[in-house]
Structure formats: C-alpha cells, structure tokens
C-alpha cells in the first residue's frame, strides 16, 4: 500500500492509479511528490464496447476505484487503446501477438486513445479527457517486424511499439496535439486537470 501522507508543499497528495513504468516515468515530469497504486477493477471490454468508449470507461474506473481507498487523494487514472479500423488492440503480451498486430497494421493509420481521469472523493473533483494520437505505419516487412521486435520487445505496449524507443522507425507520421499522449499519459491534459484539483503547476 502506497504511503499517501499529505507532503508538505500540497494540500492533497497525489496518487497515480496505475502499475505502468511508463506513466510513473511521465508523470515523473511535472516534479510532483506522488504514489502509486494498482486500480483494482475488471478490464474486459463490454460487448460492443468502442475502444475510445472503453479507454475512457477504464481511466475513470481506475481513478475512482483509488479514490475510494484515499478518499483525501487527488488520483490520476489513465487507460489507451490502440483502435485499428473500429478494432480495439491491447497490450500483445507475447511475441506472436505482437507480430500479428504489427503485420495487421503495417501501411494503415491507426489511432491510440489515451483517456484520462482525476477524481477526488472528498472534495467532490472529477474531471477527464481523452487524446486522440493517429498513427501511420509503413508498410513494414515480416523481417522489419522481427528485428524490431527482438531488439526492442514492447509486449507491454498496447499496439506492439514504443513510439519513445526504437518503435518510431516503424512510423512514417505522427499527428498529435500532445506527443507524451501516445506514450501513455497526456501530460498537458494531466497538469491542466490537476491545477483544476488545486495542485499548483508549475
């Protein structure tokens, strides 16, 4: 369990709800005292469930499920979702998937919703938004896709590429209004939600 006392330069502390290194990395950024914890709650898409729809299902789950354990805590929840032609793609886990989503988005434009969710329980706060990233492959070869993949192993990338590493040579655009949002967590959203909680930015 994280410890959530109040530092001394915030009113509130501040929780990251979430286990991912890369949104830990980036909220890194903002220079703020924080925890994590893990949002304990059910991921599986419900039927018929949207990918953005489920990205921003997930984040204010995952927010609220942390606030409800630190009601005091202002949370920050995220979730993305790779979105192929209406197709929701989550993290591969293996290599296989990995190659089998890659190879299904090779010379597409593919979107990456990145939801975001701040609650406070205790003051009432609950605010969110969602960064839409679009993507276009190249028209990667299988021996392009191996290569990357064992160089770079992104089993736990949604969509099978860490656009921050080797993964933005698989690429031939990026169009975006926040580039930190296709890493996991838009930061300029991020500090725009939590100066509206009361945190002081910068």
Do not use: W
Request: glycine share 6%.
């Amino acid at each position: 369990m994280p410890d959530v006392s109040p530092p001394s330069s915030l009113v509130r502390p501040i929780i990251l709800g979430s286990t991912s290194r890369y949104r830990r990395e980036l909220l890194q950024r903002l220079r703020l005292p924080f925890t994590a914890a893990a949002p304990l709650i059910d991921e599986t898409p419900l039927p018929a469930e949207a990918p953005q729809q489920l990205a921003e299902r997930l984040a204010l789950a995952k927010a609220r499920a942390v606030a409800a354990v630190y009601p005091d805590a202002i949370v920050i929840g995220s979730d993305q979702v790779c979105d192929l032609h209406g197709h929701a793609l989550g993290k591969p886990g293996t290599h296989a998937k990995a190659v089998a989503q890659l190879q299904a988005m090779r010379g597409h434009s593919v979107v990456f919703h990145t939801a975001l969710a701040v609650v406070c329980q205790h003051s009432g706060f609950c605010q969110s938004h969602t960064s839409r990233v679009t993507v276009q492959f190249r028209n990667l070869s299988d021996a392009e896709i191996e290569r990357y993949l064992q160089l770079d192993q992104p089993y736990d990338c949604a969509g099978s590429a860490k656009s921050e590493s080797l993964g933005i040579t698989l690429l031939d655009a990026i169009h975006s209004d926040d580039p930190t949002a296709l890493i996991g967590l838009p930061l300029i959203a991020t500090a725009r939600l939590l100066r509206q909680a009361g945190v002081p930015l910068p």
